[in-house]
């Protein structure tokens, strides 16, 4: 009999996987992480993880332990609406604009929008005669209009009484469905060879699918993805209808797919998963000029957040990712968003920071947050892409529990560690309320009083890979999902 509610998640338990190799510093065993797979959640249940520090590669969740990884990674996001291009970012948009219009589509576009907008130059000038003292026009009025700017060169959003006079190039931005096709497989074998520099024998059509297409979340009952596609492909623009899930964004330049973004949609962010382009083209800084579009689509989609992903301080390719400004990191132990600027002025001393008192001594915070306490709303007050004359990589690793070679890391259990942010044992076994805990066995579904009258020797297998996950994700998010058990 199942409790009142419906699962957001079904996942096999997890567990501590130590002495893994690095990705970024490539240490044979530098990397720690807890991590588990997930055989179906939705977008609510992921938004809720990514609050406590977890990442996916595919439908593997995992959560970095940042005080044992030699190169400790921090969740890093920034609120969309306060986001501030750099010069920068303005010029590296600005610059591709004009590579794909063309100097004489360029004039005919000034001469149409000098012409389209005279009618409102009076209301203008009198606003700005009539506004108070010190007031200012704010985000009616801003130095820089991304959204605009994002699309000023899109084929699909070039006027129509320009439609008579040739681009230099057409541009096209196209947001579809997940799926494995010829085309995009082909991107992403070029760039694995050019970038990461693979040998073909590792870049495979099933890697890229499991990696970058495996729908990890379930559809919106109210949600159809085909109709979702049509509509954004035929008209190019935002359909009415949300959209939630994986997607992906393909960017063709003369009908050519130059680029791609892998997004994951969730109901309050946009986050970034991977993010791959032609060599050639490399030069117009893609990864700067896809965040800030990934950015607008945050925006026009009214979600607060785009995440960035996972941040490392002393990772160079990661630079890019603090000049998005303003931007917060989540405390690994308070599961709390604090400035990037308060941070990294603690990266500096240290690789490991946490505003806990039980760690650095931090006075701007109160009792670090219960791991196991039920998740709050916090207001804030306050894998990858890598450009300096070339985009140079991505957001987040093909991340999967075999190293390189194939082999197992190790593997043990949390509680012999001492992962910050994880309750103890003693304090899950004390408070877990076993008759709300989930789990599937065989295709069979176990609660309540089922579970609490089974065979006290499988309930002894089963014990301590629930209390590891309460541990980890904590017990609101633990009574919400089915522990498959296989």
């Known amino acids: 009999m199942l409790l009142d509610g419906t699962p957001i998640a079904a996942i096999l338990p997890g567990h501590y996987i130590g002495e893994r190799r690095c990705g970024y510093c490539h240490r044979t065993s530098g990397s720690c992480v807890f991590g588990f797979t ?28 940042t005080l044992n990884s030699c190169c400790p990674q921090y969740t890093i996001r920034l609120k969309a609406s306060d986001f501030k291009p750099s010069k920068e970012h303005r010029q590296a948009v600005n610059r591709f604009n004009r590579f794909i219009l063309g100097p004489q589509y360029e004039e005919a576009l000034r001469r149409h929008n000098s012409s389209s907008h005279s009618a409102s130059s009076y209301v203008i000038f009198f606003c700005l005669l009539t506004r108070p003292p010190n007031d200012s026009l704010g985000k009616h009025n801003p130095e820089f209009d991304l959204i605009g700017t994002i699309h000023r060169a899109e084929y699909d959003y070039l006027p129509q009484e320009l439609s008579h006079i040739p681009t230099a190039h057409k541009f096209v931005v196209r947001l579809v469905r997940p799926d494995c096709t010829d085309e995009k497989f082909e991107l992403y074998r070029h760039y694995q060879k050019t970038c990461h520099h693979e040998p073909d024998s590792k870049i495979t059509r099933h890697g890229f699918k499991r990696f970058l297409c495996g729908q990890p979340f379930e559809f919106e009952q109210n949600s159809d993805p085909h109709a979702l596609a049509i509509a954004i492909t035929e008209g190019g623009h ?27 949609i969730l109901p309050d962010s946009v986050s970034s998963v991977y993010f791959m382009c032609r060599e050639d083209f ?17 925006l026009e989609d009214q979600r607060t957040y785009y995440h960035m992903g996972l941040y490392i301080y002393s990772c160079q390719k990661m630079k890019y990712k603090a000049s998005f400004s303003p931007s917060e990191i989540l405390d690994p132990e308070l599961y709390r968003y604090f400035p990037f600027d308060k941070f990294a002025a603690e990266f500096k001393k240290s690789n490991y920071v946490s505003f806990a008192q039980s760690h650095n001594g931090g006075d701007i915070t109160k009792e670090p947050r219960d791991p196991m306490a039920p998740e709050t709303k916090i207001n804030n007050q306050h894998e990858e ?18 190293d390189d070679e194939g082999h197992m890391p190790v593997i043990r259990t949390v509680f012999d560690t001492d992962m910050p942010g994880i309750a103890r044992q003693l304090d899950v076994e004390s408070r877990i309320d076993m008759s709300k805990v989930r789990v599937i066995i065989q295709n069979y579904v ?32 633990l009574y919400e999902v089915f522990l498959y058990f296989q």
């Not at 959209?243 to 892998?262: C, E, S, T």
């Not at 890598?386 to 690793?397: I, L, S």
């Not at 020797?457 to 301590?464: G, Q, T």
């Open 38 to 65: 997930s055989v179906s959640m939705t977008v609510d249940f992921y938004q809720r993880l990514m609050d406590r520090g977890f990442r996916r590669s595919g439908a593997f969740l995992y959560k970095p332990d």
């Open 238 to 264: 935002q359909p009415p209808t949300k959209r939630l899930g994986l997607w992906h964004q393909l960017y063709y330049l003369d009908n050519q797919l130059i680029a791609m973004a892998v997004l994951d």
């Open 282 to 298: 490399s030069k117009y800084s893609l990864g700067k000029l896809s965040a800030c579009r990934e950015i607008a689509l945050a």
């Open 385 to 402: 892409r890598y450009d300096d004359d070339a985009d140079d990589d991505d957001d987040d690793d093909d991340y999967s529990e075999k």
């Open 446 to 477: 176990f609660t309540g009083e089922n579970l609490a009258n089974m065979h006290p020797s499988v309930f002894a297998r089963l014990l301590d890979p629930i209390l590891q996950m309460a541990a980890v994700v904590g017990l609101d998010l």
